[in-house]
């Protein structure tokens, strides 16, 4: 099992906030530990959110146990009755994460066997308690700027294997595609989405809106490449053109970086797309598919250029 802060906030969380609990001479001290183990979320933002529908959950949950227990009395069947209404409740005016933190609340008043103001006011200490202490605990984040930089580098090297990788293929010397490294490659950029949504909820910050950006740019880009591994594919012999097109992919494999500008290759891809115009018709089926199908490509490496050019020009801007 993998430790991770999560897990140690969790482990301080409780000592701490029964510690406190203690100290404060409240009834289920115990309680605090565990709402607060709840409320550690794995990001700031989800902490607070959570912390926000606990606590609403436990009043409400304070109201109707009152009404219903003091009105029907303490029985299993009013405990079903009291979950029949709060659940749907809790639902409709969204606070359901904290339906758990509102059954420690309910079984308290279950086994007191009574509801008055000091008991209620026990139980909304120990829900701030709980919650405060998470809250505190949860203050503190790992930077994941370290951990997202390097999946930029992967995904970028990932990037360039693949267009050498194209390049190869069209010129002749290899006679399979890249799919495995494009699966990876898929991956990749799926598994940094999620902690940049991670760091997006703990720091608030543009750096990580940036990050956010760029690999959204790469998922776009990513649609492109599959559309390109399509129109290679069936291409099973090279002509002129193709080691056109493969110096091309070598020239983008150096500059896969992401604020390098693009003007230099779109000018390539329509001088080449001029070349193909002002070159002698092909004279077999075979010549004239090949030369169909890399005039497609040139079209989706565009495609694929112009994605980039976007995303440097907006974070310019």
């Known amino acids: 099992m993998k430790f991770n802060y999560q897990m140690l906030k969790m482990i301080l ?40 529908q606990r606590f609403a959950a436990g009043l409400l949950s304070i109201v109707f146990a009152y009404f219903i227990f003091e ?21 409709i005016i969204k606070i359901a994460p904290g339906i758990v933190t509102s059954l420690v609340v309910i079984f308290h008043f279950y086994d007191l066997g009574t509801i008055n103001k000091q008991i209620i006011f026990n139980e909304i200490v120990i829900m701030i308690l709980g919650i405060g202490v998470a809250l505190v605990l949860n203050l503190y984040m790992p930077s994941l700027d370290h951990k997202l930089t390097q999946y930029k580098k992967e995904i970028e090297a990932n990037y360039q294997q693949m267009f050498r990788h ?32 991670r760091s997006i909820g703990n720091t608030f910050g543009k750096q990580a809106h940036r990050h956010k950006d760029y690999f959204t740019m790469r998922k776009v880009q990513l649609d492109s490449l599959e559309q390109m591994i399509r129109i290679i594919e069936p291409l099973e012999m090279t002509i002129k053109q193709s080691h056109k097109i493969a110096d091309l992919y070598t020239d983008l494999a150096d500059a896969i970086y992401p604020n390098n500008a ?9 001088w080449l797309k001029s070349y193909f115009e002002r070159e002698q018709l092909p004279t077999t089926r075979q010549e004239f598919e090949i030369r169909a199908n890399l005039f497609q490509l040139l079209f989706e490496i565009e495609h694929y250029l112009q994605i980039k050019n976007r995303a440097v020009t907006e974070n310019c801007a």
């Not at 006679?175 to 999620?194: D, F, G, M, S, V």
């Open 71 to 91: 009105q029907f009395g303490y029985e299993p069947w009013t405990v079903g009755l009291l979950l029949l209404i709060f659940i749907p409740t809790a639902q």
């Open 166 to 197: 194209f390049a190869s293929y069209l010129r002749g010397e290899s006679k399979e595609l890249p799919i495995k490294r494009y699966n990876a490659l898929k991956t990749q950029i799926h598994q940094a989405e999620e902690w940049v949504e």
């Open 262 to 270: 693009v003007n230099y290759h779109l000018d390539q891809v329509k």
């Open 13 to 52: 969380a409780v000592p701490i906030a029964v510690l406190i609990a203690e100290t404060f001479n409240l009834s289920f001290a115990g309680s605090a530990g565990i709402i607060a183990v709840l409320c550690i979320q794995p990001t700031r933002k989800q902490s607070f959110l959570i912390a926000g």
